[in-house]
């Protein structure tokens, strides 16, 4: 159980409050399987059970479970009621959904965002720390590191609704990225669209930086399913 801390007493209620250390073995155990799906250890489809989880990594059931939940509300994992729990099948379905949605919020953010006065100077490094990335082809890595450059680009237009639901596609934006990297690498492709958003945020053209940012999406769900249907094909 976490251990509390020494409780507060609320002034307006007089009732005492109480803060809870985070449970950290959970949050490295979902961290941990977190790269295996999006590395291909754990594959689509791959079932996922406590047991054998908490014998691999070490620990007991209950972080494992905690994990598995966190996973699943990110979208890495599915849960059937007669088959249990299991890594995310990707299908073009689902790929359409996902950029559909990533499409029709993060160009405006990212209009948003160059039109504000925040920095794009933790963006600059997100995407230094994927070129990095690229040349050892280290795609689980690579996914994250693009996710955070994504994420450091919108985060500035300041706006927590936008920002949160787009938070939100993250995990599942990078496993089906990774997935289709393994298939057909457009690492260079993607890496100069990078560039070229954040020199349109970095100038304070919102026009520009929202259009690329729109284009870089379609391009990328135009890609994804067309590996999908040569998979499909064969």
């Known amino acids: 159980m976490p251990r509390s801390l020494p409780p507060t007493v609320d002034p307006a209620s007089g009732s005492a409050l109480a803060l809870e250390q985070p449970a950290s073995r959970a949050d490295r155990v979902r961290d941990a399987l977190r790269r295996a799906i999006l590395d291909g250890t754990l594959a689509p489809g791959r079932p996922l059970i ?74 600059r490094a997100a995407l230094a720390d994927a070129a990095v990335l690229v040349d050892t082809g280290e795609t689980a890595g690579l996914g994250i590191a693009n996710r955070r450059f ?9 706006n927590p609704f ?14 089906v990225a990774t997935a289709g990297w393994r298939l057909r690498a457009t690492f260079a492709q993607e890496s100069a669209e990078h560039e070229a958003m954040l020199d349109a945020a970095e100038s304070g053209d919102a026009a520009l930086a929202e259009r690329l940012t729109r284009a870089h999406i379609e391009n990328a769900l135009t890609t994804l399913i067309a590996v999908l249907d040569e998979q499909a094909a064969r």
Do not use: M, W
Request: glycine share 8%; proline share 2%; net charge negative.
């Open 150 to 158: 994504h994420r450091e680009l919108y985060l500035a237009c300041g």
């Open 50 to 123: 406590e047991r054998e989880l908490a014998e691999l990594l070490g620990v007991s059931k209950t972080p494992v479970r905690e994990a598995l939940k966190q996973l699943h509300s990110s979208g890495l994992v599915e849960i059937n009621a007669y088959q249990g729990v299991s890594v995310r099948r990707i299908d073009a379905d689902t790929v359409r959904q996902l950029y559909t949605a990533r499409a029709s919020v993060e160009p405006a953010a990212v209009r948003l965002a160059t039109q504000g006065t925040g920095s794009f100077a933790a963006a």
């Open 162 to 175: 936008l920002c949160g639901f787009l938070d939100q596609l993250q995990d599942l934006t990078a496993f």
